[in-house]
């Protein structure tokens, strides 16, 4: 299965080197010589010629684009890779049908999705009343169980129970 490492972004300079939005943790898959697939283009493939970054963003040129011009036609692009197997680590699009589950074993839904967002990501879950959307956070979701297949989700009271009533709410009446 294809993963995005990342997106091109805006050209940077003259010589085809691109802005990056990194979606990857392992920035190896940006090492001069790895060969990254370009979404929407089944034959064109990329060779990183070298990365480096620059005021906190990954800056990458490759072998195939040598002008600005060339970088920019590809811009919006996602580049990618194959999915790595790692050790104690999960993948998004495996969390679904994952059981989400209440630290006192009550069953809350089934996973449906995850969704990238700009505070944090959420998290789908398909509940009997219709999905919920959790924040993607420690506080929150505290563990994925791959081998269990479940997620340890701690809501808060109204995430899950429309009927909650929180007792800062009552003083509010």
């Given amino acids: 299965m294809l993963l995005t490492a990342g997106i091109i972004g805006p050209a940077h300079g003259l010589r085809g080197e691109a802005i990056i939005d990194v979606r990857t943790d392992d920035l190896s898959i940006f090492t001069p010589g790895s060969l990254l697939g370009v979404d929407g283009d089944e034959g064109l493939e990329l060779t990183v010629r070298a990365?480096?970054?620059?005021?906190?963003?990954?800056?990458?040129?490759?072998?195939?684009?040598?002008?600005?011009?060339?970088?920019?036609?590809?811009?919006?692009?996602?580049?990618?890779?194959?999915?790595?197997?790692?050790?104690?680590?999960?993948?998004?699009?495996?969390?679904?049908?994952?059981?989400?589950?209440?630290?006192?074993?009550?069953?809350?839904?089934?996973?449906?999705?995850?969704?990238?967002?700009?505070?944090?990501?959420?998290?789908?879950?398909?509940?009997?009343?219709?999905?919920?959307?959790?924040?993607?956070?420690?506080?929150?979701?505290?563990?994925?169980?791959?081998?269990?297949?479940?997620?340890?989700?701690d809501p808060p009271p109204g995430l899950f129970d429309d009927d909650a009533v929180d007792a800062g709410d009552r003083d509010a009446r």
Avoid: C
């Fill in 51 to 153: 990365s480096r970054t620059h005021k906190g963003r990954l800056l990458v040129s490759f072998e195939e684009l040598r002008s600005r011009e060339d970088a920019e036609a590809l811009r919006g692009r996602a580049l990618l890779v194959e999915e790595r197997t790692e050790e104690d680590a999960w993948y998004p699009h495996e969390l679904v049908g994952f059981s989400a589950v209440t630290p006192t074993d009550d069953e809350l839904g089934t996973v449906s999705g995850f969704r990238f967002g700009a505070a944090q990501d959420l998290l789908l879950v398909t509940t009997p009343r219709g999905e919920v959307m959790v924040p993607f956070v420690k506080a929150l979701v505290p563990e994925v169980d791959v081998e269990g297949r479940t997620v340890l989700i």
